[in-house]
């Protein structure tokens, strides 16, 4: 199958090795490039928290190109959104990093809960690592319990507009048999997109694989029959639909 992989370069590399080994032929067209705030993140870290949040590999990336500055900060905990994060903060050289495996903002937000309830309440803000734009989810849930966190911005998700003479082959001249939607924001995106909506009909017969119902809802209602959601917010549970 030809597989349309719309997320920025550095996350879509892992993606388009996997799908090859798949026996699938990827092309890769990111709709979004992230630009890092490492002064921001730098700036959070010398304040007083008790853990880190980050709901994203993006942000642990941020973390990584700190270098040498974030040594003093390894030893603080780090809650990570899912496995895929979990292993970025980790390879940053965070020594403890909890996840909540296959999840979400909620799920990151009810482990967090659960474990303040388990080992208490600390005395210092739990410090979240955001990039923007970004889904609410997890904050509301943080608000709804109480928590105390601080958040800050470390990376901003710029979107980049691929020209027409590019995608032309991709979508009008060898149509793909599905594409991949990894954020409500590349979806949006690439519905917006003037070629697409130029030759909306082309993709009557391709598939849209989402990795959660909330991206999905980015997807044109039109094209409702041929969007199919991952059973887990994972790339391992979104590739199994293929």
Same mark, same amino acid.
């Given at each position: 199958? *030809?597989? +349309?992989?719309?997320?920025?370069? $550095?996350?879509?590399?892992? @993606? !388009?090795?996997?799908? #090859? &080994?798949? =026996? ?47 040594? *003093?900060? +390894?030893?603080?905990?780090?809650? $990570?959104?899912?496995?895929? @994060? !979990?292993?970025?903060? #980790? &390879?940053? =050289? ?149």
């Amino acid at each position: 199958m *030809r597989i +349309l992989v719309v997320r920025p370069h $550095a996350s879509a590399k892992g @993606t !388009a090795a996997r799908l #090859t &080994a798949l =026996g699938h032929t990827p092309i890769v067209v990111p709709l979004a490039e992230p630009v890092h705030d490492k002064e921001a993140a730098l700036a959070a870290l010398s304040t007083h928290h008790s853990a880190i949040a980050i709901t994203s590999s993006e942000a642990a990336r941020v973390l990584l190109s700190i270098g040498d500055a974030l040594d *003093r900060h +390894l030893l603080t905990t780090v809650f $990570a959104v899912g496995r895929t @994060t !979990a292993r970025s903060a #980790t &390879a940053a =050289g965070f020594r403890t990093v909890l996840s909540p495996g296959a999840g979400d903002g909620n799920s990151l937000a009810d482990l967090i809960i659960a474990h303040r309830r388990d080992y208490g309440v600390p005395p210092d803000p739990l410090l979240y690592l955001a990039g923007m734009p970004r889904s609410k989810h997890f904050e509301a849930r943080l608000d709804a319990a109480g928590v105390a966190y601080e958040t800050t911005v470390c990376y901003r998700m710029e979107p980049i507009r691929p020209k027409s003479t590019e995608m032309q082959p991709i979508l009008v001249d060898q149509k793909p048999d599905a594409i991949l939607f990894y954020s409500r924001e590349s979806a949006r995106h690439f519905f917006e997109l003037p070629l697409v909506i130029e030759h909306m009909n082309n993709l009557e017969r391709t598939l849209f694989l989402c990795i959660s119902g909330s991206v999905a809802t980015a997807v044109p209602q039109r094209f409702a029959k041929s969007v199919v959601v991952a059973a887990a917010p994972t790339e391992e549970n979104l590739l199994d639909l293929l």
